[in-house]
């Protein structure tokens, strides 16, 4: 009798509805501006400056055709978990589990990569300064732990801390793409660094691999779903501001960067918007960008573990995980348990994986999301034909997108295919083992009648 009276009261504690679009924006661009401080340059690396832009452009492609999809299907599903909550509605379980799995490794991965990228400028910036024995672990610890404190201690106060931050570094970006004087060459000289394909249009190819750095994360915004005040407007205005204030940034970025370093450099850089800031031989310059990049990588990791932790959430209130995954905090309202779980999972790739190794679990995590998403939509209009249900957003010239989606991500697989193979099919196998277990042992915990939650008529053909 306790336990069933213990049970309805905590069915009846909900996450907050309390953010607005200025917090999906900082949900989604939060999560992403990190790209363009660190990780995209890798692809210079893999194909020489003018590939890593041919990259930059056809993956703002591949994520435009992301937010467009995104807002239309969660602004009609709008529930925690986003593309997971999708899937549970559309296609069913198996696949919902596996989209859930996506989400927690592509942002859990996201979040030790911030902190990986947080230490190392703090390594590098006390080594400056003297201090030759510095190390990065403490900072990589301390950036987590503190970050997973704020969120277990309420939404509106974390998001309205990376909406502030992400500012910032956006601004950040902004002086340095102006400072640099781009309307002349007194800083930056493409006519004397900007090489032919070094690897050949392959080159281009096996850049699109670390192109994605560029804008990974930004179907993040998903996830806040259940905690927006009004979802059918908030969630496709701020994803949709999110990819156009993510197109601005990548763009400045690569000619800032791409103007002022080699491209054999600039591939091996881990804080290129840093290193050109150095480069320019100003100090205010050098400490702006410093803490631009200090900045998006706490808002990124910030968010990473919002989202992570609604993802989680989300699939044990569905009984997909053990349902102690489920609860929300009595005070702060919040997926506290699912928040604690995740630390240590993020601090031990955060201290032992290699920074590229991470970056490339997160891109084949996010891979793997986005052909779902291609798919889902297809099935959704296929089920719920326009005008058969409310939708807060229709997205154009359907399946156009949905098909340049699902052919991006194929070329983007081969992308990681040719760098990362082993990774590659160690991930799949990883995916598949999981499938595996699900089936096995907790589909039968599943109540499907219960975790569908929209109001919808029967699907067309049922």
């Known amino acids: 009798m306790a336990q069933a009276s213990a049970r309805r009261r905590q069915k009846r504690i909900s996450l907050l509805r309390v953010l607005g679009p200025g917090h999906v924006w900082a949900l989604g661009v939060g999560i992403v501006l990190v790209g363009e401080y660190m990780g995209w340059s890798f692809a210079v690396g893999k194909g020489g400056a003018i590939a890593a832009l041919i990259a930059c452009w056809f993956a703002g492609l591949l994520y435009t055709c992301v937010a467009i999809i995104d807002s239309e299907v969660t602004s009609t599903v709008a529930a925690a978990g986003g593309q997971y909550a999708q899937a549970k509605h559309i296609i069913g379980p198996l696949m919902a589990f596996n989209v859930g799995l996506f989400l927690v490794f592509a942002y859990t991965m996201l979040e030790a990569a911030n902190a990986i990228t947080l230490g190392h400028l703090v390594q590098t910036v006390g080594i400056m300064a003297g201090f030759e024995n510095s190390s990065d672990k403490p900072f990589v610890v301390l950036t987590i732990m503190t970050l997973a404190w704020l969120n277990y201690r309420g939404v509106y106060t974390t998001l309205t801390f990376s909406l502030v931050i992400t500012a910032i570094a956006f601004i950040a970006i902004c002086v340095l793409f102006f400072a640099v004087q781009p309307w002349s060459d007194a800083y930056v000289h493409h006519d004397q660094l900007l090489t032919e394909l070094p690897y050949g249009w392959l080159g281009v190819l096996a850049a699109l691999h670390f192109g994605m750095w560029f804008y990974l994360g930004i179907e993040g915004t998903t996830q806040a779903a259940e905690e927006v005040r009004s979802p059918a407007r908030a969630l496709p205005l701020g994803t949709m501001t999110g990819i156009i204030t993510l197109l601005i940034a990548a763009t400045m970025t690569w000619y800032v960067c791409s103007g002022l370093m080699p491209w054999e450099y600039l591939g091996q850089s881990v804080t290129p918007l840093f290193d050109a800031a150095r480069l320019t031989n100003s100090t205010v310059l050098m400490v702006l960008l410093f803490i631009g990049t200090i900045f998006s990588a706490l808002a990124s990791a910030n968010c990473c573990i919002n989202d992570a932790s609604r993802a989680w959430f989300s699939m044990g209130r569905d009984h997909y995980l053990p349902q102690v995954f489920g609860a929300v905090h009595p005070k702060y309202r919040t997926p506290y348990r699912s928040i604690v779980f995740l630390v240590p999972v993020a601090l031990v790739f955060a201290y032992f994986a290699p920074l590229d190794q991470v970056i490339t679990f997160s891109i084949l995590s996010g891979l793997l999301d986005y052909t779902f998403m291609a798919i889902n939509v297809i099935m959704f209009r296929k089920k719920w034909p326009l005008g058969s249900i409310k939708r807060g957003y229709v997205y154009p010239f359907h399946p156009l997108p949905a098909i340049v989606l699902l052919i991006l991500c194929a ?52």
């Open 411 to 462: 070329a983007t697989y081969f992308a990681v295919f040719l760098g990362y193979g082993t990774q590659l099919i160690a991930m799949m196998v990883f995916y598949i083992v999981a499938s595996l277990w699900f089936a096995l042992h907790r589909y039968k915990f599943v109540r499907r009648g219960e975790q569908f939650t929209m109001p919808w008529p029967k699907p067309v053909g049922y």
